[in-house]
Every structure is written in structure tokens, then in C-alpha cells.
């Protein structure tokens, strides 16, 4: 956490309170001043009493706090909501704790109200409505609302200060960011207003306002947030590499550093014994576990079921890699497809083999009906953001089809296709396609029908051997990342299968265009080439006369 500087007296005075308050939930009820760990009395005081010395103006307008889970986290920002309260000298101002579900909104409410029930000083200070889940200071008329999360909660509404426990929950939501920037109006009126974020890591891919916020901070952090940052990251997480690395991050005597309230609100010699006999049951339950209690993040996916090359692929973006740039380079390029209903994606992958080093450099595209964002509502932030990226496009299944022709075309048109065997796909659902190939002169055996399931096999482990041997460069977008994460493999007795974990909620569509292409690549092909194209071409005039 960066040195903030601070206005001494008004630290001293948050402290004062919220060191008072007691904890309602624990034996003996012990103060915030025996059983809270200097970790957050740093933020409180960041957060409340940071002031610019030649200015006096505040300085930390927002905060984000990523702190694995059982880290009194929710308790302590009750605490600091109710000592904001009592700090905040306007009348008639509103302040939020906003939670994404009920159950963590009630419980942030009673431990805010468990507090002032224990002090007679409180009572006298704060009026608490239970069935309001609102805390009144009686001598401003100022309101702290505890609420749960909903597109209409500051409708109308100007919170100076609004904190937002559990806000990786808010990624799942598609109606997230217009919210907070609702909230966050109330930062460029005169009154000011600020935000405080604190979370766990998500237990998915980050997607929507959680992506968009977490980036944020790791940029602020990493020094590149622009010359007058507002928000204050405070982020428990190791290094991007090393969260890689599931030999560092399995090494229980790495835990403590990212556990500030360890022999606190943690016991160390439980969370270990939790990991053992529940968090290493399986893969799956695994990447939960130590994304929840060890912040580390679900992206290309770690277990063992996973894609082999799953552990490579980041290593091998390019993002400068768009398909002008491809096409550039390659002496000869295919195409991969894979789709399915409304539901899915529509993916489509160009693979080209790069002149003299003969590098394959891959591109993908994912195509989807608007109608998936209302079916498939639990992956609607994260292809919204595919979409932001450029990576993924909404339109009507003939505007998709068209296009994919069109892509195609093109590179056929350039003289980059083979004659045969240019155009691979699953055989399933795909007459649409074909007529549409069939307009812009790829058909006949150009196209290939691949098998799916095991038979794309030596797609898989070819793919896994050139990522690991650096002979690979790929676009390196988010929808890709997601896609090879969302990979599982299962083994047959006639080969491995890609498979996705859990139907709706992991698209693998585009990683199977990509398996498609590589199938087709792996065949050595040879580009048909301008001249040959013009024969090409007039011998399919002369069969349609």
C-alpha cells in the first residue's frame, strides 16, 4: 500500500472511534483495538483522513481492497461505515454499504447494528431501523443504508460515500457498470463523493466492472495510472508469474503473506488442514479454494484435467497480431469453424504459416446471436467485454454467416488458400455456411468435414508441442484466454476429447475452430497462389455455363 499523506488530527479521531466499537459476533466482545490487525486501520485512515499537505484537499476519493476470504473484511467495513458516519459533519447526506446478495447486506447490517447495541454512547449517537437497514446520526440526520445490489439503488440519489463489499459478484451482473457510474456521479459534485471496494478475488474468470476495476488498481500500483490517480489499491496477491507457478502458491509458507489477519480472524493450522481435506479434493474444487483464500486468479486454467497448452498460451501473445497483419506475413493461411445454436458462440480461427520461419500465427474470431446474453445471463458480462475488445461480434446468424464467407473469401482472394482442404468444420449445423462459401467460390474440396471429439486429437497435442517449443504467436484476446481456460480434457480409449465443464457457462467454440484449423495446417499445405486462382476461378465459371 502507497504512503498516503494524512490530516493527523482527523486520523487520530477515526481511529479514536472505531478502536471503541466491538465486535458483537465474538466471546467476550472484544474492541476493534485489541482484535483488528493494523492492516485495515491503515486503509480507514488512507481512506477517511488522507489529505494533500500543501492543498489540504482530500486525496483518496476511492479504494480497492482485494483481501482473500475469513479476513474480517465484512465486519470491519460495518466498522469503518459507522465511523464515517460519525465523522461526516454535513446534514442530511446519504451513505451506502452496498453487498451483491441479501444475506451478506443483512449481515454487514448486524454487525453494524450489534455494535452500537453493545455501547450506551452509540445508542445515544445513532438511530438504527432495523426493517430499513438504516443507521441515522440523530445530530446530522445523516443516513447510512445498507443495501443489496440493484440497478435502482441510487436512483435519484447522491451518496457521498458508498461502500461495496463482495464487488467481484457484481462482474456476473450485465447492468454493473452503469450502476457504478451512478454512484460514482456523486465524485464530480462540489460535496465530493467516494468509493471504498473491498472483495475476495472472483471465483471465475474476473468479467464486467470487476475485470474493468481490477485492472485499474494493478495499473495504478504498477505506476502507470496517469500522474493523479483517485483510487488507493490495495490488492493481497502475489506477482502475475508467480501465481503461474502452483509449486510457489501450494507452499503453505507463502500463505501468511497475502493473509493479514492471520492468527486473527485465521487460524493458520485450520485454513491448512482446509486445503488438505477440502480444497485439494479435486481440480476444480482446488482452483475455487485458492482463488477465494488465496486470491489467485482463474484465467488460462490450472488442474489436471486442463488443456496442456493451456500453461503456455499467454506466454505466446501477440497482440499486435490483428488479421491484415496475419495475412501480411503468411505464405499460406486455413480457416477453422465451430458453432452451434442461439446459445453458443460461432467461432472462427484463421491459422497462417509465416514466410521463411514457417511460425504459425494464429487468429480468432467469435460470432454470437444477441439472444445469448438473455439465455446464457451468468457469461453475459464477459462477452460484453469480448465484444469491447473487438474479439467477439452480435449480430443475426445470416450477418455472422456473411461475414465468415466474406473472411474467407478474402483470403482465397489474396491467394493464400489451398486448393484443397482450405475451409475445415464440424459437419453438424453447417448448410448455411456452406451455401454461404459456396457465393464467394469455396466449395467442392476446398471444404473439409472434420470429425469431432477424439478425432481432433492431433490438433490438441500438436498445438500443445509448438506453444511449448515457442513456434506460435497468437492475437492473445481475452476471448481466447477464456475459451483455452474454459478447456477440459477428457481421455478415450481412441484419443483425448475437449470438453468444457459446465454446459452454458464455458464456450469452447472458438478453441474447436481453432483445433479445426490446425488439423488443416498440420498437413503442410501449399498456398494455390494468384496464378493458380485465375484457373481456379475460370474453371468454376465454366461448370456453372
Not at 467485454?385 to 461475414?403: K, N, R, W
Not at 469455396?442 to 490438433?459: F, K, T, Y
Not at 459446465?502 to 467454440?509: L, Q, W
Not at 474447436?512 to 490446425?518: H, P, Q, R, W, Y
Amino acid at each position: 500500500m502507497a504512503d498516503v499523506p494524512l490530516n493527523a488530527e482527523r486520523a487520530a479521531k477515526a481511529v479514536a472511534f472505531f478502536n471503541r466499537l466491538r465486535l458483537p459476533d465474538v466471546p467476550g466482545t472484544p474492541t476493534m483495538a485489541e482484535a483488528c490487525g493494523e492492516w485495515f486501520r491503515e486503509i480507514l485512515c488512507a481512506f477517511l483522513a488522507s489529505e494533500d499537505p500543501d492543498t489540504k484537499q482530500r486525496l483518496v476519493w476511492e479504494l480497492l481492497c482485494m483481501v482473500p476470504k475469513k479476513n474480517s473484511k465484512t465486519t470491519y467495513v460495518a466498522a469503518l461505515g459507522l465511523t464515517a458516519l460519525y465523522m461526516e459533519e454535513a446534514p442530511n447526506r446519504q451513505m451506502l454499504i452496498v453487498a451483491p446478495s441479501q444475506n451478506i447486506s443483512e449481515r454487514c447490517f448486524d454487525q453494524a447494528q450489534g455494535m452500537i447495541r453493545l455501547d450506551e454512547r452509540l445508542k445515544a449517537i445513532f438511530n438504527v431501523q432495523d426493517h430499513l437497514k438504516c443507521i441515522t446520526r440523530r445530530k446530522t440526520g445523516t443516513q447510512l443504508d445498507v443495501k443489496s445490489f440493484d440497478t435502482s439503488i441510487v436512483t435519484g440519489e447522491i451518496p457521498i460515500l458508498t461502500i461495496i463489499d463482495e464487488v467481484h459478484e457484481l462482474g456476473k451482473k450485465a447492468k454493473a457498470a452503469a450502476v457504478m457510474q451512478q454512484i460514482r456521479g456523486g465524485g464530480i459534485t462540489m460535496q465530493g463523493g467516494q468509493v471504498l471496494m473491498i472483495t475476495t478475488q472472483s471465483d471465475e474468470a474476473p468479467a464486467g466492472i470487476w475485470k474493468t476495476e481490477l485492472l485499474k488498481a494493478r495499473k495504478i500500483r504498477d505506476g502507470q495510472g496517469g500522474s493523479a490517480p483517485i483510487m488507493l489499491p490495495v490488492l493481497y496477491e502475489f506477482p502475475q508469474e508467480l501465481q503461474k507457478r502452483q509449486d510457489f502458491w501450494r507452499d503453505q509458507r507463502n500463505w501468511s503473506m497475502l493473509l493479514p489477519n492471520i492468527n486473527r480472524s485465521i487460524d493458520a493450522a485450520r485454513l491448512i488442514a482446509d486445503y488438505e481435506n477440502n480444497g485439494r479434493a479435486t481440480p476444480q474444487a482446488e482452483q475455487i479454494w485458492a482463488s477465494q483464500h488465496l486470491n489467485i486468479e482463474i484465467g488460462v486454467g490450472i488442474g489436471d484435467d486442463g488443456w496442456g497448452g493451456a500453461e503456455y498460451w499467454d506466454l505466446r501473445a501477440d497482440p499486435t497480431l490483428t488479421l491484415d497483419e496475419l495475412l501480411a506475413r503468411s505464405e499460406v493461411a486455413v480457416v477453422g469453424a465451430d458453432g452451434g445454436g442461439l446459445d453458443d458462440l460461432f467461432g472462427i480461427c484463421v491459422i497462417g504459416r509465416e514466410k521463411v520461419t514457417r511460425r504459425w500465427l494464429i487468429w480468432c474470431h467469435a460470432y454470437a446471436h444477441p439472444k445469448v446474453l438473455d439465455r446464457r445471463k451468468e457469461i453475459a458480462a464477459q462477452l460484453r467485454d469480448f465484444e469491447a475488445e473487438g474479439s467477439l461480434t452480435f449480430c443475426a446468424v445470416s450477418e455472422y454467416i456473411a461475414a465468415i464467407a466474406a473472411t474467407a473469401g478474402r483470403i482465397r482472394d489474396m491467394g493464400l488458400l489451398p486448393e484443397k482442404k482450405a475451409f475445415g468444420f464440424d459437419p453438424n449445423n453447417i448448410a448455411a455456411l456452406v451455401d454461404a462459401l459456396a457465393l464467394v467460390g469455396i466449395e467442392g474440396d476446398m471444404l473439409h468435414r472434420l470429425r469431432q471429439g477424439p478425432a481432433l486429437s492431433p490438433a490438441l497435442w500438436g498445438l500443445e508441442h509448438k506453444l511449448s517449443d515457442d513456434t506460435i504467436s497468437h492475437d492473445g484476446s481475452g476471448l481466447m484466454s477464456w475459451s483455452v481456460g474454459n478447456v477440459k480434457i477428457e481421455v478415450k480409449l481412441n484419443g483425448n476429447m475437449a470438453t468444457k465443464e459446465a454446459a452454458g457457462r464455458a464456450k469452447i467454440d472458438p478453441f474447436v475452430a481453432m483445433l479445426c484449423a490446425a488439423i488443416l495446417m498440420s498437413w503442410n499445405p501449399e498456398a494455390m497462389g494468384m496464378a493458380d486462382l485465375g484457373d481456379y476461378l475460370s474453371e468454376l465459371k465454366a461448370m456453372a455455363s
